[in-house]
């Protein structure tokens, strides 16, 4: 049984231009979560979908967006990008809203 | 919103040495607490979690005690391996959030061989 996958697994980009990174879930699982990971610190909570319903968003600015697509993938928007976006970006499935299970992440630069 | 602090921010300890490491949290409206564990370059990996419903629960070497009075839970690894070494991150979840997980800042958990 696959885990969750996140693509693509780096990506270099320079600051004002767009990203989308792309997560899809374990199979059954129609929850994805995604966080952001700064160097050192936990993961920071960004947005969560169930059901390809919005049903929670961090902290986070309007440059960043997200949707969930009728398989349950689920793409990860960040637009007019500034360099403290720099980030590792993970995405979590789950099944039941309890066990969260990571994906390996997108490192993202952004120069 | 919920917070978490955990402590301490780095351990060492001998192989087969215990290794303890505790969080505290805010929102007593919180149910699920559980604890992943990252290696460097790699996705953090969940390796127990416990409920507000239960006090104590284990997993081979790796147990988690919940105090829902004091707002405080921790892990407990005994006969450390150097192959435990990596940053552990606490989290919790409020009530009805479903996917959204408070993290703690992370332990860097060192055993020496």
């Known amino acids: 049984d696959a885990g969750v996958t996140q693509s693509p697994t780096h990506l270099i980009k320079t600051r004002g231009q767009h990203v989308t990174l792309r997560c899809s879930p374990i199979s059954g699982h129609k929850s994805v979560s995604w966080y952001q990971q700064v160097l050192g610190q936990g993961p920071q909570f960004i947005f969560q979908y169930y059901e390809k319903e919005e049903r929670g968003r961090g902290n986070f600015p309007d440059r960043f967006s997200a949707r969930q697509f009728p398989n349950y993938s689920s793409e990860l928007n960040v637009n007019a990008l500034l360099l403290g976006d720099s980030a590792l970006y993970l995405c979590a499935s789950s099944f039941s809203g309890y066990e969260q299970y990571f994906g390996p992440g997108t490192r993202l630069t952004v120069t | 919103g919920e917070n978490v602090e955990q402590h301490p921010s780095t351990l060492s300890v001998q192989e087969g040495d215990s290794a303890v490491i505790k969080c505290t949290y805010s929102?007593?409206?919180?149910?699920?607490f559980p604890w992943y564990k990252q290696e460097l370059g790699k996705r953090p990996q969940l390796i127990i979690d416990?409920?507000?419903?239960?006090g104590e629960k284990k997993d081979q070497r790796i147990a988690v005690t919940l105090n829902k009075t004091a707002k405080h839970f921790s892990l407990h690894i005994t006969e450390t391996q150097p192959e435990d070494s990596a940053v552990y991150f606490c989290?919790?979840?409020?009530?009805?959030?479903?996917?959204?997980?408070?993290f703690g800042r992370g332990t860097q958990l060192t055993v020496w061989p």
């Open positions: 989290a919790a979840r409020r009530g009805s959030t479903l996917g959204r997980l408070y």
């Open positions: 416990i409920r507000s419903n239960v």
């Open positions: 929102d007593s409206a919180s149910n699920y």
